[in-house]
């Protein structure tokens, strides 16, 4: 990450990139809703998938799902979210602005204290102590702290009223512990086992902002490991290793990565830990790993009525499985990457370039198709076609050749190929490093293999 970066440069980047656009922008915006651009959907959908890889195809323990966002709102009351589902909210009376209480905790002990289950008097009693300030206008003048309820609400069906409350799902787990049944009973799984999905939340947020950080909407990544009591902590200690190494294999570079294990729990966890990145606005969490017992399938049980009990084949046990959960934010680990990416570079002639160096698997377009001047199109688009069967490819041929690498430079296109005079005569091209800046001459037939060894992702 370079050293020089601030969230509002980040900003201006991907918004003349086409990286991430401010929501419903041509009506003014709409608070804390981000659409993602033609680049950014490519960078965002190749790290879904190289989650997806890792955590589901290549585990032979991982079955996914894809459920439905609007649940029957028991799900809800099982979970726990309708009685006491609640961020910790107090107003500043001077300036009327609104926080979230635990996060003014946090942020003041620079993520150290993991306010999470902290009661309301616990956090008051901290804010007191060290004598947390508005951020806004310095003041310290707080309302009692309240809970209010981050769950979106909508109505399903003609009429307006309580019977017809739905809510849009705050987060993606309730579909996989609502199927542990059907994927045990389908997949023919055996405890241990795990439920992965990558869907949309949503979240009221009371102190949404810093970009893709914290949204309103968001996709989250998510499994959920069934196991027994006695294999439970060596599942929670494996995916906390699981999670960090996914993390630098993706590029996050491990000085910007610690573990942050929460010293106070919810009643019914048995332990629980985050994982922090250095973002330019500080140490946060970038996603989580929880000990969360027998809780989740007991409350489903207890309301459904359906038994979730295992049966263990080969020790006749009858037992409620534990769960660990690992749960990570698309885009919130989309913005650690483009954040850690982002690099500014002199030049040997003076002048400065903006790199964006993500890990080739996950760049958004592998390869860009350059013709020098724009009588070798026909050309270009020849490679261009043959490439793109292959790789996600961009093709430019407008403006001097300098701009159309330093534009690639900037999207973090790892490659880019152009087509001269000679391509003409001896099939072959000048395919640029990204990150090196040195160029090669290659056959065209031996491009598909090149490119192809250096974008792996293990
Ligand atoms: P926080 O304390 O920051 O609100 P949380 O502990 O409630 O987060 P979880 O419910 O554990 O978060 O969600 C798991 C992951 O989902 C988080 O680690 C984060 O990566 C992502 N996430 C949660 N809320 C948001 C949000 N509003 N916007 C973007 N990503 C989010």
Known sequence: ???????????????????VFPGSEIYGGFANTWDFGPVGVELKNNIKRAWWKRFVQEDPLTYGVDAAILMNPTVWEASGHVASFGDPKMDCKKCKQRFRADTLVENHSKGLVSAEAMTNEELMQYIEKHHICCPHCGGFDWTPIRKFNPM???SRGTLEDEADKVYLRPETCQG????????QRTARAKVPFAIAQIGKSFRNEITPGNFLFRTIEFEQMELQMFCHENDSMNFYSNYKE????????LGLSADHLRFHDHDKLAHYAKAACDIQYLFPIGWQELNGIHHRGTWDLSRHQQYSGKSMLYLDPFTNEKFLPNVIEYSIGADRLTLAILCQAYQEEKL?????????????????YKVAILPLQKNLSDKAKEVYSLLSKEFMCDYDEAGSIGKRYRRQDEIGTPFAVTIDFDTLDDQTVTIRDRDSM??????????IQYISSKIKFN
């Not at 996989?176 to 994927?183: D, M, Q, S, T």
Request: charge should be negative.
């Open 1 to 19: 990450m370079d050293n020089n970066l601030t969230m509002d440069k980040l900003v201006a980047l991907c918004k003349s990139r086409g990286f």
């Open 152 to 154: 979106f609400v909508t």
């Open 176 to 183: 996989e512990y609502v199927n542990f049944l059907n994927v």
């Open 242 to 249: 699981r999670a960090l190494k996914f993390a630098e294999d």
């Open 348 to 364: 040997e002639n003076g002048e400065t370039r903006v790199v964006m160096h993500f890990h080739p698997a996950i760049a958004p």
């Open 438 to 447: 040195e160029q090669i001459r290659l056959k065209i037939d031996d491009l």
